[in-house]
């Protein structure tokens, strides 16, 4: 473990943001949380960090602005931190674009021109999908190849970590994590937001969407937000070995095949049918789950129709932490965690699944 350090964390109050400083606490450092508002900083399992000495200690700024909006005793405190962590994003889908540039690549600019200013090295939480919406492997070398971004966030995303490469090549000490679609803890399934495809699923198991463009194939890659904070952690504080290093922190991706099969074991839950996009008609559909389509299902399409795997070689040499749970039985967990807690409904107990017919080794001791 590196020696006590002082590290700024952006975005802290975020799901990946409050768990990264809580592990940077508990392990003796000094963590500002920079906030945009002065509120509480709740964990993942929804207990609120102290405030310092025995927390962090919450600093209110914003990414957008110059100097990060901090000023005076609070300027002069982060400027002279060890290392700047940067989870502050915008990652609900639907906004209006701007919003996407100003908190997104914005924020990200003012975070490496501080970072540069007093020569901090910087650790800045990016996506997994700056990949865009094509097919294959990604790597985690690759960035702008040319790729089309799926939507506007993850065009400011693939701006943002342009703007820290750039930074790289001129001499600012940078790692990158990406992320997947952050869910549910590995072991619990718990989950603090419902955010991502959380909303997506409630709508196909109350049966308000029934008919989706995508395809059987298509793969999605949930990584639990745990595993993300401990690589994120794990990274800022053995930032000599993760120096220029871009790590996927990354999942076992389900397809929607598995994925429709899983929740036909949920005897409460609608299965929804998923059609070639070329066959697809947002028209065609009842008035209602047009409605549906359009508010939320639009908005994540693309997910549904990408057969891309992300490439963790790099990950997976850096880390010390066990690869993280993935495929069918996380997704399970995930499922089991949003009936106990009332959001996808009553609890009701699943069809069990024969050990023989399952692939994904989750009866094995």
Do not use: W
């Not at 701007?98 to 090295?121: L, S, W």
């Not at 703007?163 to 590995?186: F, W």
């Not at 049966?207 to 999605?220: E, H, K, V």
């Amino acid at each position: 473990m590196a020696d006590t350090m002082t590290v700024l964390v952006t975005g802290a109050s975020g799901l990946v943001g409050a768990e990264v400083t809580a592990r940077l606490t508990a392990a003796g450092h000094r963590v500002l949380a920079l906030l945009h508002s002065n509120g509480d900083i709740v964990r993942n399992n929804g207990r609120a960090l102290p405030a310092a000495p025995a927390g962090p200690r919450r600093l209110t700024g914003d990414v957008t602005r110059p100097r990060l909006g901090l000023e005076g005793e609070q300027s002069r405190a982060a400027a002279a931190a060890d290392r700047i962590v940067h989870c502050a994003a915008l990652t609900d889908f639907g906004l209006p674009a701007q919003r996407y540039q100003d908190v997104n690549v914005t924020g990200t600019r003012q975070v490496v021109a501080f970072a540069r200013a007093h020569r901090i090295p910087l650790v800045h939480v990016s996506t997994a999908y700056v990949c865009g919406a094509r097919d294959g492997i990604a790597y985690e070398d690759e960035l702008d190849v040319g790729q089309r971004p799926g939507n506007a966030y993850e065009l400011s995303k693939l701006q943002g970590e342009s703007l820290v490469r750039q930074a790289a090549a001129e001499g600012l000490e940078v790692a990158v994590v990406r992320p997947s679609i952050v869910a549910g803890a590995a072991r619990t399934g718990r989950v603090r937001d419902f955010k991502t495809l959380y909303p997506v699923v409630k709508l196909i198991t109350k049966g308000l969407a029934r008919t989706i463009p995508g395809r059987y194939d298509a793969a999605l890659d949930l990584v639990p937000v745990d595993y993300v904070a401990d690589l994120v952690t794990d990274v800022t504080t053995r930032f000599e070995q993760a120096r220029g290093l871009t790590l996927h922190a990354v999942g076992q991706a389900v397809t929607l095949r598995d994925f429709s099969a899983v929740l036909a074991e949920y005897p409460s839950f609608q299965v929804a049918r998923f059609v070639p996009p070329s066959a697809f008609s947002a028209a065609a559909l009842p008035d209602r789950e047009r409605a549906y389509h359009e508010r939320v299902i639009s908005l994540y399409e693309s997910y549904f129709s990408r057969r891309v795997h992300f490439d963790a070689t790099t990950a997976a040499a850096f880390t010390r932490q066990p690869a993280p749970p993935g495929g069918p039985a996380y997704l399970r967990r995930l499922l089991d965690h949003c009936l106990k807690v009332g959001y996808l409904g009553a609890a009701a107990s699943r069809t069990p699944v024969p050990a023989l017919a399952r692939t994904d080794g989750s009866d094995r001791a």
